[in-house]
């Protein structure tokens, strides 16, 4: 049944955040009703790589919820929104600020109708501050928040993540407010409130001590390409057959183990390279020795080494790697799905894993308001009240 079962969530988004954000609690078991424009639907099924017209993308992204399609600019389809709020725990949107309000649709107005109702806001920059009104996507959200400047190397210009990170960080932070919010209402007679997250500020909050650091010391970080900063050795290296390896030997300990293991025990009884602040006055030397030991070998065989002498390591997987992994399969990463028309689909795996109550899939994304009647018929509306509702293009 999963453990948010009986949570009804109203989806009021597009594309990736806030789809994402009720994607989760739909995974976990809340009741997902999906708000989307009649005739065209949510650009994200069209978008990257199609199967006979639908996104493989949309088939995990809106996995276990409804289809419902609402003109929102009309006033009989904002009345239907209304009253599904009106019936809900959770409103998620991610238009632009302002936009709900516009419709009619507002957490001042929601909230009078039901007073518990918690409202997850996703944009750029946030329901507030002098860039409100500005256009935001999870791009500009990471290039403002910081993670683009320090991506890359640093004689080239700054690289993005292949992945909406942005997006999906303020989807997480999403997920978490709401249930904050859950359970302040719960211990606090009932009362809900808006839970208003911006993307810029999501991956800004990921950005660990670069604040402290700026202000004490007006130390900048910037781009060092594979290697973690001031934390040595820990770094991506090539091995003979042109893989890659990642690896993490900066505990003091097992600094020793790797430098043994790579035929320099002279390095691992040097007591000036005992602690990671000697490490790091010596760091391109060291990276230099580890990288030349890799270079002489192949990726199994520089992987082996370092497995039996329990230095953390591990080659860089794609998705082939992932699909194909023992480990991803075994705890479940990895679903077999089918399709309406027969066809097997892999999807991803549900994060995290709860014990007794974990996610599940239980439909994929669905077709084009293929819910609309069955969710309206719930609210109370009668078939002919529906028919006229499509007719005048509420619906």
């Avoid at 399609?69 to 991610?94: M, Y």
């Avoid at 090539?238 to 300990?253: E, K, L």
């Avoid at 009884?269 to 270079?295: F, H, M, S």
């Amino acid at each position: 049944m999963g453990p948010l079962n009986g949570l009804k969530v109203l989806e009021m988004g597009q594309l990736i955040a806030g789809p994402y954000c009720t994607r989760l609690l739909a995974e976990f078991g809340a009741q997902v009703i999906k708000v989307e424009p009649p005739q065209t639907g949510d650009p994200l099924r069209q978008w990257r790589k199609l199967h006979k017209g639908t996104s493989l993308w949309w088939f995990a992204q809106s996995r276990n919820k409804k289809s419902v399609t609402v003109n929102l600019k009309h006033p009989k389809g904002q009345e239907v929104v209304r009253k599904l709020a009106a019936q809900a725990d959770i409103v998620v949107e991610n238009f632009r600020p302002g936009a709900m309000e516009k419709w009619g649709l507002g957490y001042d107005i929601l909230s009078e109708l039901n007073p518990g109702l918690i409202m997850v806001r996703l944009s750029g920059y946030g329901q507030t501050g002098p860039y409100r009104d500005q256009p935001g996507f999870g791009a500009i959200g990471e290039a403002m928040g910081g993670i683009r400047y320090i991506t890359g190397y640093p004689d080239r210009p700054p690289v993005r993540a292949g992945v909406s990170f942005g997006d999906s960080v303020a989807a997480l932070y999403g997920v978490m407010g709401a249930l904050m919010a859950l359970h302040a209402r719960q211990s606090n007679g009932g009362k809900g409130q808006v839970v208003d997250v911006a993307l810029y500020e999501a991956v800004f909050s990921l950005m660990e001590s670069m604040v402290p650091e700026f202000d004490r010391y007006q130390f900048v970080r910037e781009r060092t390409g594979a290697a973690l900063p001031g934390i040595v050795p820990s770094n991506t290296y090539v091995t003979r057959d042109g893989r890659f390896v990642v690896i993490g030997a900066n505990g003091d300990s097992i600094f020793k183990r790797l430098m043994s293991t790579i035929g320099r025990p002279d390095l691992a009884a040097d007591p000036t390279l005992e602690r990671n602040d000697g490490r790091v006055k010596r760091t391109e030397e060291l990276d230099q020795v580890i990288g030349e030991w890799c270079a002489r070998h192949d990726l199994d065989t520089v992987l082996s080494a370092l497995e039996q002498a329990e230095v953390p390591s591990g080659k860089i997987y794609n998705v082939a790697d992932i699909v194909a992994d023992p480990h991803f399969n075994a705890r479940g990463m990895i679903e077999q799905s089918t399709l309406e028309d027969g066809t097997p689909l892999k999807l991803p795996g549900i994060v995290p894993k709860l014990s007794r109550t974990p996610g599940e899939t239980r439909w994929l994304g669905p077709a084009l308001g293929v819910h609309t009647a069955e969710v309206l018929g719930e609210l109370g509306y009668t078939s002919t009240e529906i028919e006229q509702l499509r007719s005048v293009g509420a619906i």
